[in-house]
């Protein structure tokens, strides 16, 4: 790996504090330009020109990536050449006047409140597993926090007389999020019955533990989401993302304001957070031409 790719991680993950997860997508992308320019330019990244910046953009879209793809590779050299340009190793940013590729804003896929009551219901409580399965579902949706935030709560994250939890997410950023009544109580289930049969080692600090005693991880998660949407009989597309969508949309369904679900969500920018005002418009729509007798 170049040595300067090496360093904008480093940046990334002390000045910036950005995930692992984050870290690895612009390093992958930044290896593979190299790649690129190794093969056919015969040099590096800090001899790259505006014209082969292009040109690996085109090698992408005819290999069939699609506009998101593209797209975020730019933004990966991009951060990349600014970084180049203020440690001063560089004088011109090759990116400049090179237009992000148009990419189509689609609409999050979301469950219906009676879609996601028989996902909720599928798990045996009885279990430890069952109880465990049903806590971790029924805080995804009370919360719509991402499942690496859910995966990576400490039990001391949670303060159920308080009816509240702490949550670190993108960037180190701590947020508060409620916890609602539904979720409290099986929590307190889950902690009273199923985690202290999970446990091998007092010493875990983890809340969801996998049957190894060891933190749940987001594949496992996964697993579990998806078996329970087959118990279900969800035919839709599922992924832990979904429950978080879910959760905005119905929030603003019922009058939420927008900034709280903005605050909940952990969004720096609240047109993140608009396109779940687009979900339910969409939503208003169909109900709309569904019952009205002239529409």
Not at 19 to 47: K, V
Not at 155 to 180: H, M, Q, T, W, Y
Request: charged share 25%; proline share 3%.
């Amino acid at each position: 790996m170049d040595e300067w790719i090496a360093r904008f991680i480093d940046y990334l993950a002390v000045e910036r504090g950005l995930s692992a997860n984050t870290l690895q997508s612009y390093q992958r992308d930044l290896c593979a330009f190299e790649r690129y320019l190794q093969r056919t330019a015969q040099h590096g990244l800090i001899q790259a020109k505006r014209m082969e910046i292009l040109g690996y953009l085109g090698h992408l879209k005819a290999m069939g990536r699609a506009n998101t793809t593209v797209s975020r590779n730019l933004a990966s050299l991009r951060s990349f050449y600014h970084y180049l340009l203020r440690e001063e190793v560089l004088g011109t940013d090759p990116t400049l006047q090179i237009e992000t590729p148009k990419v189509e804003k689609r609409l999050p896929k979301v469950l219906t409140v009676d879609e996601v009551e028989r996902l909720l219901d599928a798990p045996d409580w009885k279990t430890p597993a069952g109880a465990r399965d049903k806590a971790m579902l029924e805080l995804l949706y009370a919360t719509g926090i991402r499942v690496s935030e859910l995966v990576s709560l400490r039990v001391d994250d949670v303060n159920l007389s308080a009816g509240f939890l702490r949550c670190i997410g993108k960037g180190a950023k701590e947020r508060i999020i409620p916890i609602g009544e539904y979720a409290q109580q099986t929590l307190l289930h889950y902690l009273q019955f199923g985690r202290s049969k999970l446990c091998r080692e007092p010493e875990s600090g983890a809340l969801f533990l996998n049957h190894h005693g060891q933190q749940m991880s987001r594949q496992g998660f996964w697993k579990i989401l998806k078996k329970y949407a087959d118990t279900a009989s969800i035919h839709k597309h599922i992924t832990p993302h979904t429950l978080r969508h879910s959760f905005a949309t119905h929030l603003l369904e019922r009058g939420a304001d927008l900034r709280a679900v903005q605050e909940m969500l952990g969004h720096a920018d609240i047109s993140t957070t608009q396109i779940y005002t687009h979900v339910t418009r969409a939503r208003m729509k169909e109900v709309y031409m569904q019952a009205h007798p002239r529409a």
